[in-house]
Nanobody, 124 residues
Framework: VQLQASGGGLVQAGGSLRLSCVASRSDFVINGVEWHRQAPGKQRDVVATVTSGDRTVYGDSVKGRFTISRDNAKNTVYLQMNSLKPEDTAVYYC???????????????????WGQGTQVTVSS
C-alpha cells in the first residue's frame, strides 16, 4: 500500500493549509496515522499522531493549531494546519497503520512506508 501526499504549497504566516495522504488501496482500513516533518538541515520531527482508538498526540509546537484526522470512506488522512508560522516550513510526511483483506480472505496488517512528502513553505 502506497501513500500519495498532497496539499502543500506556499502560504503567508497566519494562513492555513490542509494536507492529505491517500492510500493506494480503496479497501485499506486506516487505523493509526502519523504526520512528521523535516526542515532543511534538521532532523525529522513528529507533528501529530492518532491511534486506532482516536487518541491524538501533537507536537508542542503545533498544539492548538494543527488537527489530525482520517476518513476511511475516502481512505485518506488529513492534517489541517491553521495559524501557520515560518518555522512550520518543512516537508511533511505521513505514515499509516492499517489492514486489508486479500482475495482469499486473509487479513493483511501493515505499516506503510513514508509517502513522498509534500512541501509546506510559510512566508513571513
Amino acid at each position: 500500500v502506497q501513500l500519495q501526499a498532497s496539499g502543500g504549497g506556499l502560504v503567508q504566516a497566519g494562513g492555513s493549509l490542509r494536507l492529505s495522504c491517500v492510500a493506494s488501496r480503496s479497501d485499506f482500513v486506516i487505523n493509526g496515522v502519523e504526520w512528521h516533518r523535516q526542515a532543511p538541515g534538521k532532523q525529522r520531527d513528529v507533528v501529530a499522531t492518532v491511534t486506532s482508538g482516536d487518541r491524538t498526540v501533537y507536537g508542542d509546537s503545533v498544539k492548538g493549531r494543527f488537527t489530525i484526522s482520517r476518513d476511511n470512506a475516502k481512505n485518506t488522512v488529513y492534517l489541517q494546519m491553521n495559524s501557520l508560522k515560518p518555522e512550520d516550513t518543512a516537508v511533511y510526511y505521513c505514515r499509516v497503520d492499517g489492514n486489508y483483506y486479500s482475495d482469499s480472505g486473509e487479513i493483511n496488517v501493515l505499516r506503510t512506508n513514508w509517502g513522498q512528502g509534500t512541501q509546506v513553505t510559510v512566508s513571513s
